[in-house]
């Protein structure tokens, strides 16, 4: 079976899918799990609708700072995992119907036979072009007495039918911070144990300190710690731990990093080579070594965000299907993670520019500052730039209310003009949380004098 395309994996990639299946050029798809991906089915969408849950739960029980006598009388796990699964589990099919016609779903694991074709259930399907975005997958800790217990990672997780009365979760990163503010906002005696001192070590220091102070004030966390060896019996999980004490709890989940899937589908049958960490590199162009094969995505190894991957399959619609010839710019890639407090940032962190020798300036304001921070009593709120000096945004980093979003006040300014005064010389509106961006704008400005 010949194709124009095959787009080796069905989550961010289906732009590629839409745009060349809308232009008439005949489309393979190959996926071994349900369409849309990690994102739709065991990743973003499902963690931030539960994430929501633990956000309205938290709000009740801060309500007596605002002096308002409120009570947290039940939450019902059965109903957020109701409503958030039977939400994304209606992705499979919203994203097939929304193919256009000609395009053909080959479901089942796909392994490559040479470098135009991939075979999936005895059929061999040739492309003109390959897609390759087959994704990533949670790493597994190899612990003695692990195997063959009913631990959960990012993947099984999403699976659960219902709440645990108690959860251990390893891992220090941004899927093991964010588990852990839903499933402690839900009523779930959670534990976090990392193995290092630090939560979300590649986020900027300052900004860290901040979300870490007000994290770890809701959530019960264990730091210098690791998993030595592990029990399970008669449903609960036994933990050995590296300080030589020992903890319990119904459900383990492990939140360690993830592997790209490069492994999988024998890639070796190409000219295909990954790198020594797995990812298949891709060029400006997202092409790889193989001119007609082009990487997007986690497996590309470039960026890890759902924002990126959709980005670059917006791109790469366009140059197969349009004959775009000029190389993908990015411009600054922000990111997110949804805890209590939120963490966003952008660009270099203070610790990255000092281990370079580069000369900038910092600047950071908290949210009390302002009237709307204390308006929200946000105690755990920070708006931090980092400029060179001649008055260029190198970075940014945000912890409180809405971080994600001031974060956006950012980006545009970085992308276009990128010069401190872009926000500086905007009148902000009184009171608002973008009065921050400003304040903190102006006193790195300053220090440029």
Known sequence: MSYDVIVFGAGNANDVVRMAGKAGLRVAVVEKGPLGGTCANRGCIPSKLMIAYADRAGQVRSAGRFHIEAELRSIDGGKIIEETFGYTRRFDKLVEDGYPEGVEVHRGHGTFVDNHTVAVNGTELRGDKIVLATGSRPRRPDIPGLQGTPYWTSDEVFEMERLPASLTIVGGGYIGCELSHFFNGVGVETTLLVRTEHLLGREDEEACAVMQKGFTERVPTRFNVFVEAVAHEDGSFLLTLSDGSEHTSEALLFAIGR???????????????????????????????????????????????????????????????????????????????FTSPEIAGVGATEQELKERGEDYVAASVPYSSYTKGRALKEEHGLFKLILDREGKILGCHVVGHEASVLLHEVLPVMKWRNHVSSITDVIHVHPSLPEIVRGAAGKAAALLK
């Open 259 to 337: 592997i790209p899937n490069s492994d999988q589908i024998a890639i070796e049958n190409t000219d295909l080579k990954p790198n020594a960490h797995g990812y298949v590199e891709s060029d400006d162009h997202l092409r790889t070594s193989v001119p007609h094969i082009y990487s997007l995505g986690d497996v590309a190894g470039r960026y890890f965000f759902t924002h990126t991957s959709s980005f670059e399959a917006a791109y790469l619609g366009r140059q197969i299907v349009e004959g775009l010839d000029e190389p993908i710019d990015y411009g600054p890639v922000g990111h997110a993670i």
